[in-house]
């Protein structure tokens, strides 16, 4: 089986470093390089960059630049909330194949023409969700099976951390 490439748009303390740890452990695909806009600032540049050190790969400033690289199968895109549809909406123009962080734009307005530019290219696309988790799965299995009695409303809280 082929591995498929992965170009990381987004770097450190964003979502990336589990999604690339994912993509990086699994025999199907591998990193190619880390990407973003040319015009962010220097701190989540210094990010990027240091994602693209931890994997070995390439950073690149641009990201039409790096969509055109060789071997670029997937996207898994986690700019942030701001620039995400504007980003999202050229790799789908790309023909690439879509993993995409949450939100997937900062409005519903945005959101539509990622779903737009989406089903025009008729990319393949995924959200990231929890559906898969271990958590998730024994809570679903848990509501499923009654031994909650007649449910009217669920509360949940998820905690999680991406550095200072």
């Known amino acids: 089986m082929k591995s498929l490439g992965v170009l990381c748009i987004g770097g450190l303390q964003t979502h990336q470093e589990?999604?690339?740890a994912g993509f990086n452990a699994d025999e199907r695909s591998?990193?190619?390089?880390?990407?973003d806009e040319v015009d962010i600032d220097d701190r989540r540049r210094a990010l990027n960059i240091s994602m693209a050190e931890q994997y070995?790969?390439?950073y690149i400033e641009g990201i039409e630049k790096a969509l055109a690289l060789p071997g670029i199968d997937?996207?898994?895109m986690c700019a942030d909330v701001e620039r995400r549809h504007r980003v999202?909406?050229?790799c789908a123009a790309a023909?690439?194949?879509l993993y995409l962080d949450k939100p997937?734009?900062?409005n519903a307005g945005l959101a539509s023409e990622v779903l737009l530019a989406i089903t025009e290219s008729k990319v393949t696309s995924q959200m990231y969700s929890f559906v898969h988790t271990p958590w998730a799965k024994a809570a679903k299995q848990c509501v499923e099976s009654g031994r909650l009695g007649k449910l009217l409303a669920i509360h949940t809280d998820i905690l999680f951390a991406k550095g200072p």
């Open 104 to 106: 997937l734009a900062a």
């Open 30 to 35: 591998h990193i190619v390089a880390v990407a």
């Open 18 to 20: 589990n999604h690339a």
């Open 56 to 58: 070995g790969v390439p």
């Open 88 to 90: 999202a909406v050229a």
């Open 95 to 97: 023909g690439k194949i």
């Open 74 to 76: 997937i996207v898994s």
